[in-house]
Nanobody, 128 residues
Framework: QVQVAESGGGLVQAGGSLRLSCTVS????????MAWFRQAPGKEREDVSCISWNRRITYYAASVQGRFTISRDNEKNTLELHMNSLVPEDTAMYYC?????????????????????RGQGTQVTVSS
């Protein structure tokens, strides 16, 4: 059974940095797109960033462009999100997702619900 586990969330002051990690275990075959989504209290889940299996395609939401960096290790089936210059508006539950098809393009990503494997999330709280 494939499992997705996020880690690295926490409380940080505005202007600070965090690194989120995600591991996909259970011998997933043919992982292609991987992505980060987030959901703030009272708001809908939104996409943050995604990356193609060969790393040639990355996408960032406008709100995080230039501050966040996504990366992946295909041998370890891991995904990371380096978050810099955090602001209180980045406060949310962050979710990792993986797909066995090309769900990530330079213009965006398929919705969270269309990813094959999804995690339980890790909380990021940015204080002002």
């Amino acid at each position: 059974q494939v499992q997705v586990a996020e880690s690295g969330g926490g409380l940080v002051q505005a202007g600070g940095s965090l690194r989120l990690s995600c591991t996909v275990s259970g011998s997933p075959n043919g992982l292609r797109a991987m992505a980060w989504f987030r959901q703030a209290p009272g708001k809908e889940r939104e996409d943050v960033s995604c990356i193609s299996w060969n790393r040639r395609i990355t996408y960032y939401a406008a709100s995080v462009q230039g501050r966040f960096t996504i990366s992946r290790d295909n041998e370890k089936n891991t995904l990371e999100l380096h978050m810099n210059s955090l602001v209180p508006e980045d406060t949310a539950m962050y979710y990792c997702a993986a797909a066995v098809y090309g769900a990530c393009t330079k213009d965006g990503t398929k919705p969270y619900g269309q990813y094959n494997f999804r995690g339980q999330g890790t909380q990021v709280t940015v204080s002002s």
